[in-house]
């Protein structure tokens, strides 16, 4: 599961959700089995009338209000996903993977899902172009889409593809070419999130596994798999290197908004690391926080804070705390102040959790 934030009044910078903007939304991806894309459209408003006691309040402001609506867009017959979520430098998307190995583009309802990237194996292979849903064993065939991100300053997309490796596709769209397959002579194995720095326009992402593909990605839960990889690809001179290895599920990745660390969603432990990339605990790789579900995809904010997606609460979790709401088939509920044991009756698609970075 993962989603993307931007802001109406930014719609240049993917990622982004300033809570003091007029409105913002949020495209919320349910799970890589769902037909369904969420467009969660939040809006702030300012209210001279004071919220009763005891009621839940935007930002713990007494005149600030939040108004929620939610958008389902199904995606084309015969593909499921998305696993990721982008919006390119002029606002358009939501750009999502789907199982057939293409990248597709929302164009609005009057043009609907339109191809922006596709592999050399979905042109060439009649499998991965046939208006049917394939088994889950054809990805390893077609390819499977996971982590997207822009790099702005080209409009180059980054795709994290699970089986070919990362791949960038230009802003004209077209086949995707693969830039890296392996790192110190160990082959990307699932290769899953993926982020890249503005300034630099160098590349971080996950290998989650090197022993476990997607295909069999509850394999690393159950062993307790510590075979995952953090890794930064240099687009200047095509290298990558091994920053951080024997990790446990590494997932998402978001390069924090100063630049001086990048932070790991890690599925298995419930858990969110930083790497610190810049300054005296460069290197360094420490705990950032107790997460109170199993954590996909992440995006940063722009006050030094980040956004999760949790594809389900964790079992036998206690009060979530940092949980702001989650959405199913039939509903969305704002939350902040959310107790568990409401959150464990509802059939939960999507939880979104926030973290105040210290």
Known sequence: MSWNLRSRNA?????????????????????PGSTLVYEWRMRHERRRRRSPAGTTRARGDSNYGVTLA????????????????????????????????????????ANGWTTFAYNANYKKNPLCTAPVRRPEDTESICGRPLGLQFYAKTGDLYIADAYLGLMKVGPD????????????????????????????????????????PRARN???????????????????????????????????????????????????????????IRGPKAGRYELLANLPGYADN?????????????????????APEHLVGHCSSTDFLFTPDSDAAALQKRSAIALIIYIQNK
């Open 11 to 31: 719609r240049t910078n993917p990622g982004f959700l300033d809570t003091a903007a007029s409105s913002a939304s949020v495209s919320l991806a349910a799970n």
């Open 70 to 109: 939610l958008e389902q867009i199904p995606l084309p017959h015969g593909v499921t996903g998305a696993e990721s979520l982008a919006f390119d430098r002029r606002g358009r998307g939501p750009y999502a993977g789907v199982s057939d190995g293409r990248v597709l583009r929302w164009d609005g309802s």
């Open 173 to 212: 769209c077209g086949e995707a070419e693969v830039v890296a397959a392996e790192a110190g002579g160990v082959p990307f194995n699932f290769t899953n999130g993926v982020d890249v720095d503005q300034a630099t326009g160098d590349v971080y992402f996950t290998d989650s596994s090197t022993i476990y």
């Open 218 to 276: 509850t394999q690393i839960m159950i062993h307790r798999d510590a075979a995952g990889r953090l890794l930064k690809y240099d687009a200047r001179v095509g290298r990558v290197a091994v920053l951080k290895a024997s990790l446990h599920y590494p997932n998402g990745v978001a390069v924090s908004a100063d630049r001086t660390h990048v932070v790991v969603a890690h599925t298995g432990p419930c858990q969110a690391f930083r790497y610190w």
């Open 298 to 318: 992440v995006r940063r904010d722009t006050k030094g804070g980040y956004w999760f997606a949790l594809n389900r609460e964790k079992i036998n979790a206690t």
